[in-house]
């Protein structure tokens, strides 16, 4: 797939909207805010952080004023430890400063933490502003800034505090990857596995054939911009059919039940989200095997490729019991019950809710096991 400009309709019933991968990138960004309905003279406050800020606020403001809009950027400190209510009020301090009103708009740029801080108080402004994405880590590109979840942490868990509030837009610019940390570009790929594991096994396949996914400076273009769109792709599909995950969507959690509650008991930063999530995703495949709903062959296939991509797969040195009163005050528990998301296959899974705590931590036992004797 040679072309480097796509265009995905994301079509709700009240809020659809376009993700644009490629084209004049963040150049353009002022030209694909007018297409997306906004007028001249529009206010606009970019929320970002000092890093993105140093590579990309510069292009990204003087893109926005050339096409009339009132842009101001506001930055703010990076890190999963600043995404709470605090950071919030920042944001919605600047937004009082420079008046915005409720025709007004908002615009994330940078990774997933830029992208649901920044939703979360456009959501909460006024009771509700526009919002933009503009990712530009490989995680935000390819789940995070798709599908209107935003919100902040709380002392009890990751994510607790938030809101479905879809973008107006989200914008790709595959070019700003070559400034990502590696480590940041190997937690993003956790994601696009997943979607193989979940949806895809055409790109589980394509993965494991590839000799470049875990390092962003040597994979070529094309191939980043097709893992992009078909990750982005399949997130939207899913999306349209549940905005409000109240069904089927529940699916993209697939490695996020386990990897919150290492995130929370190894504490936030310890492991980037995608490298969380890649341990999540073994943890749910050895629990799909003790349940014997697929086989030992897949789950080999896909600890090689979180490996291949980068990523950590040894369960960390936390406490069972800990790990199950986390579980059971994720915002997935429905009816008092923990959802879990198993795989059956590469490219299929299903949402289970009879999981006990004793399968549970058999599971993990298992999994130490497991990787001791490798060791």
Not at 48 to 54: G, H, Y
Not at 276 to 298: C, H, P, R, T
């Amino acid at each position: 797939m040679s072309k480097t400009n796509f265009r995905i309709n994301v079509s709700l019933p009240r809020r659809s909207y376009q993700i644009v991968i490629g084209g004049k990138g963040l150049q353009g960004l002022g030209e694909e805010v007018l297409k997306a309905g906004f007028h001249v003279g529009t206010k606009i406050l970019i929320v970002t952080n000092a890093e993105i800020a140093k590579h990309y606020g510069k292009m990204s403001l003087e893109s926005l004023q050339q096409k009339g809009f009132i842009a101001k950027q506001l930055i703010v400190e990076s890190g999963e430890k600043y995404k709470n209510l605090d950071t919030i009020s920042l944001i919605h301090n600047e937004a009082y400063k420079n008046q915005l009103e409720r025709g007004s708009l908002m615009i994330a740029l940078g990774g997933g933490i830029i992208g649901d801080l920044t939703g979360f108080a456009a959501a909460t402004w006024l009771r509700g502003i526009s919002v933009i994405q503009v990712p530009t880590t490989l995680l935000a590109m390819v789940d995070a800034s798709i599908g209107g979840k935003t919100g902040v942490n709380h002392s009890g868990g990751k994510n607790l505090i938030g809101s479905f509030h879809q973008p107006k837009l989200v914008l790709i610019d595959p070019k700003t990857l070559k400034t990502l940390a590696n480590r940041e570009y190997c937690a993003g790929m956790a994601e696009v596995i997943k979607y193989g594991i979940i949806a895809d096994s055409l790109l589980f396949s394509k993965l494991e054939k590839s000799n470049n996914i875990q390092n962003v400076s040597n994979i070529e273009e094309n191939e980043l911009v097709d893992i992009i769109y078909k990750s982005a792709d399949t997130k939207a599909k899913i999306v349209i059919n549940d905005e409000l995950e109240s069904g089927q969507r529940a699916i993209l959690n697939y490695g996020h039940t386990f990897g919150h509650a290492i995130e929370k008991l190894c504490g936030y930063g310890t492991f980037l989200h995608g490298e969380a999530v890649a341990i999540g995703m073994v943890a749910a495949g050895e629990l799909a095997l003790e349940k014997g709903i697929w086989d030992q062959v897949n789950a080999i296939r896909q600890i090689k490729l979180i490996q291949k991509a980068g990523l950590p797969t040894e369960w960390p040195n936390i406490n069972d019991d800990d790990v199950w009163e986390v579980l059971k005050s994720d915002k997935k528990v429905k009816n008092g019950k923990v959802r879990f998301i198993l795989p059956k296959s590469v490219g299929s899974v299903e949402i289970r809710d009879d999981i006990s705590k004793s399968e549970v931590v058999s599971c993990l036992v298992n999994l130490r096991n497991r990787f001791f004797k490798e060791a």
